[in-house]
T-cell receptor, first 110, second 118 residues
Framework: RKEVEQDPGPFNVPEGATVAFNCTYS??????FFWYRQDCRKEPKLLMS???SGNEDGRFTAQLNRASQYISLLIRDSKLSDSATYLC???????????FGSGTRLSIRP | DTGVSQNPRHKITKRGQNVTFRCDPI?????LYWYRQTLGQGPEFLTY????????KSRLLSDRFSAERPKGSFSTLEIQRTEQGDSAMYLC????????????????FGEGSWLTVV
């Protein structure tokens, strides 16, 4: 089983739609969680951290469910510019490397 | 520019040649990571340093790969006797140390070094 698993997609949704991605992780002791965004042939960039209580940043909402070991990302009122690959990122514990999922591709159509 | 810097950005080499990539992290970051990414996959961890100490090395990293961070600042990743399967984007990232590696503090990537082995 992979340490971090994501649905690869692609998700193809119309502009203005709401779309959600889930990501599961295997290490129950994992401490910190992030969503990164990666555009084609570019480096990953931090989209948002994921806090235990859930957090929101504009149109983006991240949730953490420790009991079920998954994190989610919700994008509301999607824009064409949201088209990208979204990477789920887990830090198993503070003294280790960060582990990336394979990414979920999102394509927003006009 | 105070971000993570990598060079060369692109390298085309013949199979069997050696290549070296350099990474300059964000200046106050004492952790430095190397990842490899191929098309359709997320970044795969290769190795990381805390200052000049190499703390972990992935099983993905064969003996043809070596990374150094001699003075705890910049790092180099060398691939010897390159193979076509080494073609990928090599990403360097840096962060503050583990006391800060929690929600809100994470790693920051350079733009990557693209390797094509022909």
């Amino acid at each position: 089983r992979k340490e971090v698993e994501q649905d690869p997609g692609p998700f193809n949704v119309p502009e203005g739609a709401t779309v959600a991605f889930n990501c599961t992780y295997s290490n129950s002791a994992s401490q910190s969680f992030f969503w990164y965004r990666q555009d084609c042939r570019k480096e990953p960039k931090l989209l948002m951290s994921v806090y235990s209580s859930g957090n929101e940043d504009g149109r983006f909402t991240a949730q953490l469910n420790r009991a079920s070991q998954y994190i989610s990302l919700l994008i509301r009122d999607s824009k064409l510019s949201d088209s990208a690959t979204y990477l789920c990122v887990v830090n198993p514990h503070s003294a280790s490397k960060i582990i990336f999922g394979s990414g979920t591709r999102l394509s927003i159509r006009p | 520019d105070t971000g993570v810097s990598q060079n060369p950005r692109h390298k085309i080499t013949k199979r069997g040649q050696n290549v070296t990539f350099r990474c300059d992290p964000i200046s106050e970051h004492n952790r430095l990571y190397w990842y490899r990414q191929t098309l359709g996959q997320g970044p795969e961890f290769l190795t990381y340093f805390q200052n000049e100490a190499q703390l972990e090395k992935s099983r993905l990293l064969s003996d043809r790969f070596s990374a150094e961070r001699p003075k705890g600042s910049f790092s180099t990743l060398e691939i010897q006797r390159t193979e076509q399967g080494d073609s990928a984007m090599y990403l360097c990232a840096s962060s503050l140390d583990d006391r800060f590696l929690s929600s809100g503090n994470t790693i920051y990537f350079g733009e990557g070094s693209w390797l094509t082995v022909v």
